[in-house]
């Protein structure tokens, strides 16, 4: 089986990217998804209750995703790491044996 390191690298910079562009997006759009109620009658508060309670459900998914791509990318380095590593080690040991 062949691993390159440096394509694993690449895979986690575009999840930092891809965690990085939502984190953006999440941010601009948070105003926006507050609303107040159009009224002072008890449907419009529930209303707003509503869509008020699936904002902070969308932000918090959101958040976690971001978690979730940001430690998928540290797992891929580490991986990486580990594989130029061992590779080296590899190296070493091949050229010291004796012919």
Same mark, same amino acid.
């Given at each position: 089986?062949?691993?390159?390191?440096?394509?694993?690298?690449?895979?986690?910079?575009?999840? =930092? &990217?891809?965690?990085?562009?939502?984190?953006?997006?999440?941010?601009?759009?948070?105003?926006?998804?507050?609303?107040?109620? *159009?009224?002072? =009658?008890?449907? $419009?508060? &529930? *209303?707003?209750?509503?869509?008020?309670?699936? &904002?902070? $459900?969308?932000?918090? $998914?959101?958040?976690?995703?971001? =978690?979730?791509?940001?430690?998928? !990318? *540290? !797992? /891929?380095?580490?991986? *990486?790491?580990?594989?130029?590593?061992?590779?080296?080690?590899?190296? $070493?040991? /091949?050229?010291?044996?004796?012919?």
């Amino acid at each position: 089986m062949h691993v390159d390191p440096q394509a694993l690298v690449a895979a986690a910079m575009e999840l =930092e &990217s891809a965690a990085t562009r939502l984190r953006g997006i999440v941010s601009t759009a948070q105003p926006t998804l507050r609303v107040l109620p *159009a009224g002072s =009658e008890e449907v $419009s508060g &529930s *209303a707003a209750n509503y869509f008020n309670t699936i &904002s902070g $459900s969308l932000a918090s $998914s959101t958040d976690r995703a971001i =978690e979730e791509l940001t430690a998928a !990318a *540290a !797992a /891929l380095r580490k991986n *990486a790491a580990a594989y130029e590593l061992e590779d080296q080690l590899t190296k $070493s040991s /091949l050229a010291a044996a004796p012919i």
